[in-house]
């Protein structure tokens, strides 16, 4: 089984640079239009079904990846992104710039990152686990190309399922910006990375660090 993780497009919190986690934001007409370039990149892969986070941002992603397959979209709250709580809206770049802020370990030290509200990477890290272990394990032989429609926090705690990677390096090596779709190959159980962060479009603009 092939797993292609595919990161919702830009939202205009997004592109403010505010923190998003469980908000419902919507996609804004540049996110709509970056998964358009991603879906028809991708439409020549036989999807069999096509997982997603509840959240609206993610379920227009999905909408368009899917085009017009005959497959089912199934809508899981393990795929939804990291929660923050009365911290969801508030500004990324003060919390990389101010010590004193909440959010500063989450965003610059995630190893020492406790939430005051919302999630530790430990529970998302756990559903993570449990999405792989309940449904992608037991539907490796019966599915030959799976999409998860998910969000930028959580594809990076899905992957420290995949790989032991250490939280200090939470946000290093390749960027989850948006619509960058990750392969990953599900084979005895076991999922290994093929290729992560793809891009279908030209990155001009956008910054290394989103949420």
Known sequence: MKV???RHGETAWN???KVQGSADIPLNENG???AEVTSEAMWDI????IYVSPLIRAQKTAAIMKRDREIPVITDARLQEMGFGKYEGTSVRE???Q???VLHNFVCHPERYHAQDGEDFSQVIARAGSFIDQVLVPAQDRYEHVMIASHGAFIRCFLRCVEERPLAAFWGGIPQRNCAVTILELQGG???ILEEGKLYYENK???QFRL
């Not at 036989?46 to 079904?49: E, G, L, S």
């Open 4 to 6: 292609y993780c595919v």
């Open 99 to 101: 010590e004193e802020n």
């Open 95 to 97: 919390a990389r710039e």
């Open 32 to 34: 709509i239009a970056l």
């Open 46 to 49: 036989p999807f069999d079904v």
């Open 190 to 192: 076991r999922m290994r």
């Open 15 to 17: 592109k403010e640079g």
């Open 205 to 207: 603009t956008e910054s």
